[in-house]
C-alpha cells in the first residue's frame, strides 16, 4: 500500500514565494538606509568623545608641565593618554590635525606647543559642519 501525496500539499507555489522574496526585499530596503544612518552618527558620537579625551589630556599636560605639549605622542609618554586613538572617521591614527599656538595660555607657561585636535576628515557631519571644525 502505497501513501500518495495530495497535490495541494507539496509544496510552495512559485507566486508564493515571489511574494515572500518581495516582501524581505521591501524590508531590506527600508532597513539598510537606517543602518547606515546609525552607523554616521555612531562614528560621530566615538570622534566628539576622543576629542574631548584628547583636548582633555592637551589641556592638563599643559597646567602640569607648564609648557604645551610638542606632539601627541608627548600625551602618551607621560601618561596622559594610553594611545592615540583612531580617528573613527578616517579610520585612521595618523590623521589627527594639531594646532599649534604661539600665545602661552598661563602665566605659569614656558613654552608654547599643541592647542588643539580636530579630525583629518574632510567630510561633512550630520550637523552640515565639516569633521575638520569640531
Not at 592638563?60 to 601618561?79: A, H, R
Not at 599649534?100 to 592647542?115: K, Q, V
Amino acid at each position: 500500500m502505497r501513501l500518495r501525496k495530495d497535490r495541494t500539499q507539496s509544496g510552495f507555489t512559485l507566486v508564493e514565494l515571489m511574494v515572500v522574496i518581495a516582501i524581505m526585499l521591501i524590508l531590506l530596503l527600508l532597513a539598510v538606509p537606517r543602518f547606515a544612518g546609525a552607523v554616521k552618527h555612531a562614528r560621530e558620537a566615538a570622534l566628539k568623545e576622543d576629542l574631548q579625551t584628547m583636548r582633555t589630556a592637551i589641556d592638563t599636560y599643559t597646567m602640569d608641565k607648564q609648557k604645551g605639549p610638542q606632539s601627541l605622542d608627548d600625551l602618551i609618554q607621560n601618561g596622559y593618554l594610553r594611545a592615540i586613538p583612531e580617528d573613527p572617521i578616517t579610520r585612521s591614527k595618523d590623521t589627527w590635525v594639531t594646532d599649534n599656538s604661539e600665545a602661552m595660555y598661563s602665566l605659569d607657561e614656558t613654552e608654547p606647543g599643541i592647542t588643539d585636535v580636530h579630525s583629518g576628515s574632510t567630510d561633512t557631519g550630520t550637523d552640515g559642519q565639516p569633521y575638520s571644525s569640531w
